[in-house]
């Protein structure tokens, strides 16, 4: 099968964003329909049955090719899901293949540090999926979105738990001053993985702010290397706050701090600087206002500190 790339972020828990700066927003429980502006298209060169392809659909359907399982949604009573079944060719041919895409209604003006947030989930206990996030300044098509930029790929590993949610921040800071169509591409080689795939609670808003990943206490502190590495101009950053040791306490973290410095030892940027309660962290880091070449990221909170080394190409 197809090589994939990795999970470019994985946020499965609350994100703290600044309130009353929301650009864009769908929660697909309005209806049943496809919400206004948005459209769904099959790539392949194969025909395939409608509903195997983006489909909003009701909480508790079986969608075509889960036997038993049952959609589910983040909030509200619906969320939209592509099948593994959107591989079959209608006519009878053998295929394999699946190419679904699900494009956003045109997202007018993109500002400074947005970027897309959305919550999915993927895969079930036999099979892995995937979904590659793609944006536009083009159009809606497929062709409009292949010519855009690709924003990177989701995988959920054999064994992901079917319906569980987690949520995915993509910077969008290339796009500003744009107006851009989101695309949600289902592209899985289905002759031995794909199930099914569900998306909800669609924003654009500023993707700046540091977000929980897990509220379980980790066992020990630490900082994730940056994905991706080498990055241009945008990057992520996770780091894990135990509870239990010095300058870490139960209620709360005093003077984490998470900072970038050049090969000169000066600080050039800082990504976090607050109080933070014990927990799996991500944070995205926009660099492009510096130059190219080697940093480092430094994470500190009381007398606890880790440096990694992040590569920027322009």
């Not at 569900?198 to 994905?227: I, K, R």
Request: with cysteine; glycine share 12%; proline share 6%.
């Amino acid at each position: 099968m197809r090589a994939f790339v990795a999970t470019i972020i994985l946020l499965a828990g609350t994100t703290l964003s600044l309130r009353g700066q929301v650009l864009f927003q769908e929660d697909f429980d309005a209806s049943t329909a496809l919400p206004d502006g948005w459209s769904v298209w099959n790539r392949q060169q194969f025909p395939i049955a409608p509903p195997t392809n983006w489909t909003v659909r009701d909480t508790g359907e079986v969608p075509p090719g889960t036997g038993n399982h049952r959609t589910r949604a983040h909030s509200g009573p619906r969320a939209v899901g592509v099948s593994w079944w959107s591989s079959i060719d209608t006519t009878g041919a053998p295929s394999s293949v699946a190419d679904a895409w699900l494009v956003t209604r045109r997202i007018f003006g993109i500002r400074p540090g947005d970027g897309v947030k959305f919550w999915g989930s993927g895969g079930n206990i036999s099979f892995l999926d995937s979904l590659q996030v793609w944006v536009s300044a083009v159009d809606s098509t497929t062709t409009g979105m292949i010519s855009g930029r690709y924003l990177g790929t989701i995988v959920w590993p054999v064994g992901s738990v079917f319906g569980h949610f987690s949520q995915y921040v993509f910077p969008l800071t290339v796009e500003t001053g744009n107006d851009v169509w989101i695309g949600f591409r289902y592209y899985m080689n289905c002759r031995v993985n794909g199930f099914y795939v569900h998306v909800d609670d669609v924003t654009v808003e500023p993707a700046t702010s540091v977000a929980l990943v897990d509220d379980g206490v980790p066992a020990g502190f630490g900082l994730d290397q940056n994905y991706p590495n080498p990055f241009n101009g945008a990057t992520e950053i996770g780091f894990s706050l135990p509870a239990g040791q010095a300058g870490i306490k139960d209620s709360g973290l005093r003077g984490v701090k998470l900072a970038v410095y050049d090969v000169l030892g000066r600080e050039v940027a800082t990504v976090v600087d607050e109080p933070l309660a014990p927990g799996v962290y991500r944070v995205p880091f926009d660099a492009s206002g510096l130059a190219s070449g080697v940093y480092m990221c430094r994470l500190t909170a009381g007398r606890n500190a880790q440096t990694r080394r992040m590569l920027l190409l322009k």
